[in-house]
């Protein structure tokens, strides 16, 4: 059975820093598509992140400069550092998982970014 489980969520002010993070169970972060998505409230999900099976990575423009995904394979966790965080960053961030013939979700950890 698949599991991810996301943590590192809270308040911060703008312009502090945060790292979120997500124990995967059942599944390899290593060998698999893994990525970041954000919901703000009263707007769809949007992707953030996302980093291959063979390492590529990639983050959406709104966060490039600030945010970095990473993953820490012996541990099976997937990372998102989030630095100079923004009012407009403030959303609930999820963990997924993806291959060819399957996705996962984990159920999300809140960001607040407010002074």
């Known amino acids: 059975q698949v599991r991810l489980v996301e943590s590192g969520g809270g308040l911060v002010q703008p312009g502090g820093s945060l790292r979120l993070s997500c124990a995967a169970s059942g599944v390899s972060v290593r060998l698999n598509g893994m990525a970041w998505y954000r919901q703000a409230p009263g707007k769809e999900r949007e992707l953030v992140a996302t980093?291959?099976?063979?390492?590529?990575?990639s983050v959406e423009d709104s966060v490039k400069g600030r945010f970095t995904i990473a993953r820490d394979n012996a541990k099976n966790i997937l990372y998102l550092q989030m630095n100079s965080l923004k009012v407009e960053d403030t959303a609930v961030y999820y963990c997924n998982m993806h291959s060819w013939d399957q996705q996962h979700w984990g159920q999300g950890t809140q960001v607040t970014v407010s002074a």
């Open positions: 980093i291959s099976s063979d390492d590529r990575s």
